[in-house]
């Protein structure tokens, strides 16, 4: 497609399950990015994709969260055994390389 | 490190008014500089950038930055709002230096704009 593709738009999740949120890119886009975003706030990086090589994954906030993009395509963001501190809007972008971003619409994630 | 202040947290203006948002960025060397618009439920959408040369930017939707380096600022400037426009305005840094290109964003503003 023409834009950044993710899925689900909203997941609600009982406090202790897994989560898997998918990130479809712009078609070329050798660079990938996940950010979080609280509710009120601006969003903060997670981690970073060159094709399937995860070359920065500094702002994972803990070892539940986990991403993936095998055949440096779409990218997988799993959270495991979520905690309602996990609640916020996840985004991804992607670039053909750089800053230039172009970002999804992302996921709500509702951890009850 | 580099970090992004947006001292308004909610700004109102009239519609038909002018507008400018703050910026203030920390970076340690050329900075490239972003604004970004998010409308409720939506992703973020460029406004504009700034990478080099002319600091006066020009953006989609009639918005313009000026980069201004003694005053580590990226103000946002419109000169007339439509109601249109009211949304969360976010501004962003990165630039070469930055670890794995990734950007660093401020709080946000939310703009409202009074009929």
């Known amino acids: 497609g023409a834009g950044v593709s993710q899925s689900p738009r909203y997941k609600v999740a009982k406090r202790g399950q897994d989560v898997a949120l998918r990130c479809d890119p712009i078609s070329g886009h050798v660079s990938l990015f996940w950010y979080q975003q609280a509710l009120g706030q601006g969003p903060e990086f997670l981690t970073y994709?060159?094709?399937?090589?995860?070359?920065?994954k500094s702002g994972l906030p803990s070892d539940r969260f986990f991403a993936e993009r095998p055949e440096g395509s779409v990218s997988t963001l799993k959270i495991q055994r979520t905690q309602q501190e996990d609640s916020a809007v996840y985004l991804c972008?992607?670039?053909?390389?750089?800053?230039?971003?172009?970002f999804g619409s992302g996921t709500r994630l509702t951890v009850v | 490190a580099q970090s992004v202040t947006q001292p308004d947290i909610h700004i109102t203006v009239s519609e038909g008014a002018s507008l400018e948002l703050r910026c203030n960025y920390s970076y340690g060397a050329t900075p490239y500089l972003f604004w970004y618009v998010q409308s409720p439920g939506q992703g973020l959408q460029l406004l504009l950038k700034y990478f080099s040369g002319d600091t006066l930017v020009q953006g989609i939707k009639g918005f313009e930055a000026e980069f201004k380096r003694s005053q580590s600022s990226f103000n946002l400037r419109k000169p007339s709002v439509h109601w249109s426009d009211a949304a969360e305005y976010f501004c962003?840094?990165?630039?070469?230096?930055?670890?794995?290109?990734?950007?660093?964003f401020g709080t946000g503003t939310r703009l409202a704009v009074r009929p």
């Open positions: 994709f060159q094709n399937e090589a995860q070359l920065d």
């Open positions: 972008a992607s670039s053909l390389g750089g800053q230039d971003y172009t």
């Open positions: 962003a840094v990165g630039g070469p230096e930055s670890s794995g290109d990734k950007l660093t």
